[in-house]
């Protein structure tokens, strides 16, 4: 009996399937950091985490310490208090989504798998490059504000004020509220500042500033330039800054991104002096972007920050938290009434910064000053 020998033939998908076109944008949005600056950033610092769950995102500050107390020789009576020191702090996932179409006159013009497929990998390509390059300046948005408020809690979500300078102090007094946490100082403990200085100088409780922001303006008299302006003042505010956020939190932040404008005039007043440099190595140089150095900060500047500030940034204390496996999602469904094949893109992500107390910001608007 002759041996009976079967051919199987592997037979091609109509189309790409949506686990692949996922697989090709997870691709297509790495390059994309460089649409991003502070998108590439946070996932150069290993910033960016994935697959989390729940109908918000929650995380639990430590805003209170425990302090000590001298004994009283032998024997000691300790007193064994029950202290909570962490609050829960909750915000709502964000989202964004963007669609496209392709009509079934393009798939019969581009008949063919070849010309088919290549005439939608050039629209996920297309869309997941506008998707960045939209998403990018979402994140210095306050997501509490009312024009704003279905945006991602971005950087200006923590950084309100009162609109006045803490009395004494270059500092401005924070007013708002993060996670449902005030930001105020204040709230709890209290504080004994120097002799005719103001917050941050002196010593009291951990609570009393514990979820409040460094906001410093550039253009406070007490910074002593020549003219009290961004131009004459910019090294000290980021050195008054820079230092009370090493004395009460014990870091130095990474990065200072600032608004372009600013850096401009900032390296003008440098002209004689050049003492920025340029940065050797970090997480954006190898992503192609040059950016520069200041006192061992790195300087950057990008489309989206705000007019005339500038943030000092912490990113150990930054997360980006997106609910799927990948920033940016596609799922692709047929309309057989309009013969249209529907592509939509999405994310479902907040920023989450554990603390403002590790955040600082450079501001003008609180004294009136020309630049």
Request: glycine share 10%.
């Amino acid at each position: 009996m002759a041996e009976t020998t079967t051919t199987t033939h592997i037979s091609t998908s109509s189309r790409l399937s949506v686990r692949a076109t996922n697989d090709l944008i997870r691709r297509e949005i790495a390059p994309m950091n460089r649409l991003s600056k502070m998108y590439a950033d946070l996932q150069g610092a290993g910033q960016v985490s994935f697959g989390h769950g729940g109908n918000q995102t929650e995380w639990r500050p430590t805003l209170m310490a425990r302090s000590i107390r001298p004994g009283a020789g032998n024997p000691s009576g300790v007193a064994f208090n029950q202290v909570t020191t962490e609050k829960v702090c909750q915000l709502p996932w964000r989202t964004y989504d963007l669609g496209e179409h392709t009509t079934k006159m393009e798939k019969l013009a581009t008949q063919g798998d070849a010309g088919y497929f290549g005439s939608i990998l050039k629209i996920v390509k297309q869309l997941a490059k506008d998707f960045m390059r939209d998403y990018g300046p979402k994140l210095y948005l306050d997501g509490n504000a009312t024009a704003t408020n279905k945006d991602v809690h971005g950087l200006e979500s923590w950084f309100g004020d009162t609109g006045a300078l803490i009395t004494n102090s270059v500092f401005v007094n924070p007013s708002d509220t993060y996670g449902g946490i005030s930001t105020a100082l204040g709230v709890t403990g209290s504080w004994t500042a120097e002799s005719g200085n103001g917050w941050p100088t002196g010593v009291g409780d951990v609570e009393y500033h514990s979820f409040s922001p460094f906001i410093v303006d550039y253009n406070a008299t007490g910074l002593g330039g020549s003219n009290n302006n961004w131009t004459n003042q910019w090294e000290r505010a980021i050195n008054r800054a820079t230092t009370f956020q090493m004395v009460l939190q014990g870091i130095t932040p990474n990065s200072c991104y600032i608004s372009g404008t600013l850096l401009a005039q900032a390296k003008d007043s440098l002209e004689s002096k050049q003492r920025f440099t340029t940065t050797a190595d970090s997480n954006l140089v190898k992503l192609g972007h040059r950016t520069l150095m200041y006192d061992g900060i790195e300087v950057v500047t990008e489309y989206g920050i705000p007019q005339a500030v500038g943030y000092l940034l912490y990113w150990p204390e930054l997360e980006l938290r997106v609910m799927a496996d990948q920033l940016i999602e596609m799922e692709e469904d047929y309309d057989i009434r309009t013969g249209q094949r529907l592509y939509k893109l999405d994310t479902y992500q907040n920023l989450v910064c554990s603390s403002p107390a590790y955040q600082g910001k450079l501001v003008g608007d609180v004294t009136a000053a020309g630049t």
